[in-house]
């Protein structure tokens, strides 16, 4: 039976390597007892390898894929404007963020020459990266203009 493992188990499973001296037998012993599902030398053998991108990643920990997004600097700076916004606790609904992606747009150099589109799949992507609830809110005028 194959079983999936989410980021954070990932995550947990390359920290307890960091640990100290550990075979991938033995960890693989600890990671089963305790995420209580089975797991193999080989596949902590493909988390292991691809340790220093989990450990470095900033990703939600339910997930169980790590995508790129397609422009990282516009996404780095649109999620520092929710940020911003989410501490003056105005609320942020999903056209506000796609129509500030798109004012951003304009000023970030783009990676590709390719015509991006703020579709709500590229949304849905956005806030499951930055770990951003789905809630619908209230709309603040000035989170567009900052």
């Known amino acids: 039976m194959r079983s999936e493992f989410s980021m954070a188990e990932r995550i947990h499973i390359c920290r307890h390597h960091e640990g100290g001296r550990i075979t991938n037998k033995a960890l693989s012993l600890w990671a089963s007892k305790k995420m209580g599902k089975p797991i193999s030398e080989m596949t902590i053998?493909?988390?292991?390898?691809?340790?220093?991108?989990?450990l470095g990643s900033d990703v939600g920990s339910n997930r169980k894929h790590f995508r790129k997004p397609e422009c990282p600097n516009l996404e780095s700076i649109l999620y520092?404007?929710?940020?911003?916004?989410?501490e003056a606790n105005v609320t942020i609904s999903d056209a506000m963020l796609?129509?500030?992606?798109?004012?951003?747009?304009?000023?970030?150099?783009?990676?590709?020459?390719?015509?991006?589109?703020?579709?709500?799949?590229?949304?849905?992507?956005?806030?499951?990266?930055?770990?951003?609830?789905?809630?619908?809110?209230?709309?603040?005028l000035e989170f567009l203009h900052q």
């Not at 053998?45 to 989990?54: A, G, Y």
């Open 45 to 54: 053998s493909r988390i292991l390898i691809r340790k220093i991108k989990l």
């Open 80 to 86: 520092s404007c929710f940020l911003t916004m989410q």
């Open 98 to 140: 796609i129509a500030k992606a798109k004012m951003l747009s304009n000023s970030v150099p783009r990676e590709s020459a390719k015509e991006f589109k703020f579709s709500n799949g590229w949304l849905q992507g956005f806030k499951s990266r930055h770990g951003i609830s789905s809630k619908q809110a209230s709309m603040s």
